[in-house]
């Protein structure tokens, strides 16, 4: 689920335009899926992405869908919708055919239905064969003016949603094994700490960590192994993952790359604290398609940890981020 203030950068002002922008609102080029996109007045506000259903599958798919999108299109308070398939006809028009009817009971005003077949679009609502004929128009997302504007912009449309979840999985190969025999290393000092100082040591010497891993990726320099290690064994304690969580504020585009390269380098077992970190701060830059890919790495790693559970629930619901602006904040509870 995405969040989008899209036009005070990028003008809209055709079904085309609407097209061209999705790839760059989602993070990826969509393929066998249903993209909702919602406005506020005239502003993109939100934008969701869901893979098409089965044939078979279609009505109960859509019994689920639907009431999950009037909440998000209701949390940000949308007054429109524009709906696109991508696919072939024969399995998008029966998920349109159904989805349509649903959003215009709940009193919601749908801009358009599109479909993306074959790099040509049609209208299931537009009649007029002047702007709308039969066979539909060719499209191709890559090449349009608002595409150049988006990246432009420095926004950045993957190939597909295959290539945003290799951007955050685990390192392999030789990086693998370097990185293991540093969390090896990384989980006999921590025993050490906890041994000698206790909870408090770890504390301290976990906001020491935050700290300079934050000071390294802000002056565009990459943290040695032994410092991922440290601090991916470190965050497993709660108190330390809330001084990072709370210094990830996804206002500065590095706070990104940290937490995108400890989710690549923790070992596996570890990767929930740092996965549910870049999630939070995708989340807070509107970058849904890769804070969910981040949340599905920290749910692999630890499927019982709270803190995913609690991002995901927000995504799924559509909750803007600034609604928890000052989430997490001192003295409450933490997940």
């Not at 993109?44 to 089965?54: F, I, N």
């Not at 299931?124 to 064969?129: S, T």
């Not at 999985?169 to 030789?174: S, W």
């Amino acid at each position: 689920m995405n969040h989008h203030d899209l036009p005070a950068r990028l003008s809209l002002a055709s079904p085309a335009d609407v097209l061209a922008a999705v790839p760059y609102l989602l993070g990826f080029h969509p393929t066998h899926s249903v993209v909702t996109v919602g406005l506020t007045g005239t502003k993109v506000t939100v934008v969701s992405r869901a893979d098409l259903p089965d044939p078979a599958e279609v009505t109960r798919w859509v019994n689920a869908f639907a009431p999950q999108q009037i909440v998000v299109l209701g949390n940000v308070s949308a007054t429109a919708v524009i709906v696109v398939g991508y696919g072939a006809a024969p399995i998008v028009t029966p998920v349109v055919d159904v989805l349509r009817p649903r959003l215009l009971a709940a009193g919601i005003d749908l801009l358009d239905t599109l479909r993306v077949t074959d790099g040509r679009f049609y209208s299931y609502q537009c009649r007029d064969p002047r702007c709308c004929p039969v066979d539909g128009l060719p499209f191709d997302p890559t090449t349009s003016a608002t595409a150049v504007r988006a990246i432009a912009a420095g926004q950045v449309a993957l190939p597909d949603r295959a290539a945003l979840v290799a951007s955050v999985a685990a390192v392999t190969g030789p990086a693998r094994d370097a990185m293991t025999a540093a969390t090896r290393r990384a989980r006999q000092r921590l025993t050490a700490v906890q041994a000698a100082g206790g909870r408090a040591a770890v504390i301290r010497l976990g906001r020491a960590a935050v700290e300079d891993t934050f000071d390294r990726y802000r002056d565009e320099h990459v943290a040695a192994d032994d410092e991922v290690a440290w601090l991916t064994v470190l965050l497993t304690h709660i108190a330390v993952r809330d001084i990072a969580w709370e210094a990830t504020t996804g206002t500065q585009p590095w706070h990104m790359a940290v937490w995108t390269d400890l989710t690549r380098r923790a070992d596996p077992s570890l990767a929930a604290a740092p996965a549910s970190l870049l999630a939070f701060a995708a989340w807070r830059e509107g970058l849904g398609a890769l804070a969910a890919v981040a949340l599905d790495r920290a749910l692999t790693a630890d499927p019982h940890y709270r803190l995913a559970h609690i991002l995901d629930r927000a995504l799924r619901d559509g909750i803007p981020p600034a609604v928890l602006e000052q989430w997490p904040s001192t003295g409450e509870p933490t997940a």
